[in-house]
């Protein structure tokens, strides 16, 4: 079968489904749900939402040049769609989803969710019209990590969160783990070795090695 070639649409997914948490001078807060978004440099950490400008919580975010990029799970999508499709201003979200708003480590206007399993702080470092969407880089200045996903060895276990993605318009959790990375060129182990702490081990160069942790070491702003 061939393939259909269609007119330049998005098709990327999945995609997380972020609730962006956010705040005014004046001391309002807001709740946006966001699906253009992504990393885009690990060191400094920094990440983009891409947001409408006739959003309520667009002028907040560029007046205060702060939000929170808040991940989401299986208990928060009934949120995550409703901050996706009322207005923050006709309806205060936090109140309406029973969230709670928490005050950030390094932020002053944005709240963080309380009920988020990962908060991430951001401080906005560029705003690119780009057309339908404005791009918000950002700077990460904190990551709020819900103790309740650190295991006895101090481990955060992230995937136990029960996280959603958005897909073409559905919502899903991830069921099945179907590998680690760099599981595709890992030496093979005997069952005598797997036993031993050799069972996670990526034979990988140290330069990516350490590309991975970043990813799940524990953040080092100090509470
Ligand atoms: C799953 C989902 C993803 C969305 N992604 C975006 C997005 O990336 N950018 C955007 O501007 N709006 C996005 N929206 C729409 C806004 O969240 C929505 O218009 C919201 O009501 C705006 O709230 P506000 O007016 O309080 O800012 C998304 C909505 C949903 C349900």
Redesign the pocket.
């Known amino acids: 079968m061939s393939k259909q070639v269609w007119k330049p649409g998005n098709m990327l997914y999945p995609l997380p489904?972020v609730m962006v948490s956010c705040g005014d001078k004046e001391g309002n807060a807001?709740i946006?749900?966001?699906?253009?978004?992504g990393t885009v440099c690990t060191n400094p950490a920094m990440l983009y939402?891409?947001?409408?400008p006739e959003?309520?919580?667009?002028q907040m975010i560029k007046e205060t040049g702060e939000f929170v990029v808040n991940l989401t799970t299986k208990d928060l999508v009934y949120a995550?769609?409703y901050?996706?499709?009322?207005?923050?201003?006709d309806v205060d979200?936090f109140k309406e989803m029973k969230l709670t708003k928490q005050k950030a480590e390094k932020l002053m206007y944005a709240p963080i969710i309380k009920e988020s399993p990962v908060s991430i702080e951001c401080k906005v470092v560029e705003i690119k019209e780009l057309g339908t969407?404005h791009m918000f880089l950002a700077q990460v200045l904190a990551v709020d990590i819900d103790e309740r996903y650190m295991d006895k060895s101090g481990k955060f276990r992230l995937n136990s969160a029960d996280l959603m993605v958005?897909s073409h318009g559905e919502y899903f959790n991830l069921k099945e783990q179907l590998g680690t990375f760099g599981y595709s060129v890992r030496k093979k182990t005997t069952t005598k070795t797997k036993n031993k702490s050799s069972q996670n081990k990526v034979n990988l160069p140290k330069k990516e090695l350490k590309w991975i942790r970043t990813d799940t070491k524990k953040d080092s702003v100090k509470k």
């Not at 946006?32 to 978004?37: F, K």
């Not at 959003?55 to 667009?58: E, G, Q, T, V």
């Not at 901050?83 to 201003?89: A, E, F, I, Q, T």
């Open positions: 489904a807001n946006v749900t966001i699906a253009w978004t939402i891409s947001l409408r959003r309520h919580s667009y995550t769609d901050c996706g499709v009322r207005s923050g201003r979200k969407h958005y």
